[in-house]
């Protein structure tokens, strides 16, 4: 059985802010976790956490599409999980970008309802460096 998250984010800011946010390593560095980040389609990379007793604190990924500036996609790899992340931009009316978040290939639903408060937290850290 396999599992998906679907979210939608709305950011008063422009596409192209928002794409930066998503796509360069030190903005990423800011709002998720520490990384080496690259858009590019091939490009194996790391998110950093802080290791603790249930996990190296390592996320593995690698660029599956990089179409700027409306979708990214990458894998997201904790020890067996392996999930697809998506995500997709749009300019809405009255200046707004809608960021879709898709991530698929959850085994299991506390890890869906883990990653919806991770990434619902890390969307406001995102919110911060917007408006910058």
């Known amino acids: 059985m396999s599992l998906a998250l679907?979210?939608?984010?709305?950011?008063k800011t422009t596409i192209e802010k928002l794409w930066?946010?998503?796509?360069?390593?030190?903005?990423?560095?800011?709002?998720?976790?520490k990384n080496n980040f690259k858009p590019i389609v091939g490009y194996k990379f790391q998110f950093r956490a802080e290791p603790n007793e249930y996990w190296d604190g390592v996320i593995d990924?690698?660029?599956?599409a990089v179409e700027p500036p409306n979708r990214l996609s990458y894998t997201w790899a904790v020890g067996d999980e392996k999930h697809t992340v998506v995500w997709t931009l749009?300019?809405?009316?009255?200046?707004?970008?809608?960021?879709?978040?898709?991530?698929?290939g959850?085994?299991?639903?506390?890890?869906?309802?883990?990653?919806?408060h991770g990434w619902s937290q890390w969307s406001g850290e995102l919110e911060k460096l917007l408006a910058e």
């Open 6 to 11: 679907n979210l939608d984010f709305q950011y």
């Open 20 to 33: 930066a946010a998503v796509t360069d390593s030190e903005k990423l560095e800011k709002w998720v976790l």
């Open 106 to 116: 959850f085994s299991n639903p506390h890890g869906l309802a883990g990653a919806k």
């Open 90 to 104: 749009q300019e809405l009316e009255d200046g707004k970008v809608n960021l879709h978040l898709e991530q698929t």
């Open 61 to 64: 990924g690698e660029v599956l």
